[in-house]
């Protein structure tokens, strides 16, 4: 399949899905070609007006170098490469976020605003076609995302002739605070269908009453994503075991809706959020057209090398998938020392283990809860640096915990049905026939890790949407 792209409000989450998850393609349109070049004239016409003035990057070098203005001679050599950059080492940053940050590098390129020229569009949109370069996914301490997009691009200069403006357009900007947070949200979505399925099982494994879960508390809340999560646990719940309990049940249970609505509030926002950090021109100086700045346009040197809103926005993630691993974890051990839960029915301890595992996961949660806030190292003119990948990793890395420790408490919830003799309502069958499949009741002790790890890589797979092999993309456990 292949995504055309005309505008840069074509990019969009739904874009990076198809070609970032789904290894789609990119075509530009004519119209996205006619416009580019059009404005790669503009461009070449303002700086061959403005040849004697400090265009960072342009006629002057970058970082140190935009003090002084080179002489023609030495252009035409800066231009010819990407500019240098910091490197990096470690483990390579996994190929979907690697392609969601070309899309969001082409944002700044299909309307004009990074004054390139049209064969440097089509290479980077080819890109997508053959192996990526191996990016580090750690220690990116630079303002924008020069680390990264150096590893990324540098290849390209054997293989495109820039022109005046050189690479600077591919090296500097903050695609990669797009790139991460869309993954992030992404992500989102699966996660918190997971997390609601996760808690009405448990909620039906201890036969939670139905009052918790009341319509009524959806007025007196007064919260529209707190409303939308009591019903879908109503209709989860709907057609499930009777009598149920007589007396309420522990908080962990009471409180779940409020936090998954939270976590739909989040999700909303984040969703916002990433489809103008994905439209955004992000790249430093950008060039404005001349109906802007008449009589040819400006390049302005600006902060759209920093995303104000994708490291906050991801910490509350980060932080969020902790907290629903608490409750999580929470639940698993209320269900476990129920007075008609494993601990009643397992002559040996298996499945009233598991909190142990639990504790253990919500706790790797818990510790990918940091905030990351702008860093106080730096050198002029780059004084500052963005956190935006560190925050991408930390909520990555909460993401993975909490799809453990949700696997883990689906383990305990269906169990403990189970071991009672009882059916889940019919909406909640899918789950507890995959819980029963990698995890049965009385399977021998060394099968409860493989069959944890299969649950959870279950779990992970229907997260990123695929139906191959997680382990590349930082599968939640491995098993043997």
């Not at 580090?136 to 995302?145: C, I, K, L, Q, Y």
Request: with cysteine.
């Amino acid at each position: 399949m292949t995504v055309t792209l005309s505008t840069t409000a074509d990019i969009d989450l739904e874009v990076v899905r198809r070609v970032a998850w789904h290894h789609e393609r990119i075509e530009l349109s004519p119209d996205a070609r006619a416009r580019i070049q059009a404005r790669r004239r503009d461009f070449e016409a303002f700086v061959a007006a403005n040849a004697d003035r400090h265009l960072y990057g342009i006629t002057t070098r970058h970082h140190r170098g935009a003090r002084t203005v080179l002489p023609m001679e030495e252009r035409a050599e800066y231009h010819r490469r990407v500019p240098p950059t910091p490197p990096s080492v470690g483990s390579p940053m996994p190929a979907r976020l690697v392609r969601g940050i070309i899309v969001a590098r082409l944002a700044s390129f299909l309307d004009g605003h990074a004054g390139v020229r049209t064969d440097t569009v089509v290479t980077v949109a080819a890109m997508l076609d053959r192996p990526l370069p191996y990016v580090p996914e750690r220690g990116h301490g630079e303002p924008g995302d020069i680390i990264a997009l150096g590893h990324l691009f540098r290849g390209l200069d054997s293989e495109v002739d820039f022109g005046v403006g050189g690479a600077m357009p591919l090296v500097n900007g903050s695609p990669c605070a797009a790139a991460a947070l869309a993954d992030v949200v992404l992500a989102g979505r699966q996660r918190a269908r997971l997390a609601e399925e996760a808690f009405a099982l448990a909620a039906e494994a201890i036969l939670a009453p139905l009052e918790h879960y009341d319509a009524v508390f959806e007025r007196l809340w007064g919260d529209e994503h707190q409303a939308a999560a009591l019903r879908r646990i109503r209709e989860l719940l709907d057609g499930g075991h009777t009598p149920r309990r007589r007396y309420q049940a522990p908080v962990s249970f009471r409180n779940a809706p409020r936090m998954l609505g939270w976590l739909g509030r989040l999700q909303a926002q984040g969703e916002e959020c990433a489809a103008l950090s994905l439209r955004a021109v992000t790249g430093n100086p950008a060039f404005v057209f001349p109906e802007d700045h008449p009589p040819y346009g400006a390049v302005l040197s600006n902060g759209s090398y920093y995303n104000p809103v994708a490291a906050p926005l991801m910490n509350g993630f980060a932080r969020t998938w902790a907290d629903v691993a608490q409750l999580a974890t929470h639940q698993g051990q209320r269900l476990i020392e129920d007075p008609d839960g494993p601990l009643a029915n397992e002559a040996e301890s298996r499945t009233s283990l598991l909190y142990m595992t639990q504790t253990g996961w919500a706790e790797e949660a818990r510790l990918a809860a940091q905030p990351t806030l702008i860093s106080l190292g730096g050198v002029s003119p780059t004084d500052t640096s963005t956190p935006d990948l560190l925050a991408w990793r930390l909520a990555h890395e909460a993401g993975r915990a909490l799809e453990v420790s949700l696997a883990t408490l689906a383990t305990v919830a269906v169990h403990t049905i189970e071991q009672a003799g009882r059916r889940p309502p019919k909406r909640l069958e899918p789950l507890f026939e995959q819980v029963l499949e990698c995890l049965p009741v009385g399977a021998d002790p060394g099968a409860y890790g493989p069959g944890l790890s299969r649950l959870a890589d279950a779990f992970a797979r229907r997260v990123l949407e695929t139906s191959q092999d997680v382990s590349e993309e930082g599968a939640a456990v491995s098993g043997g």
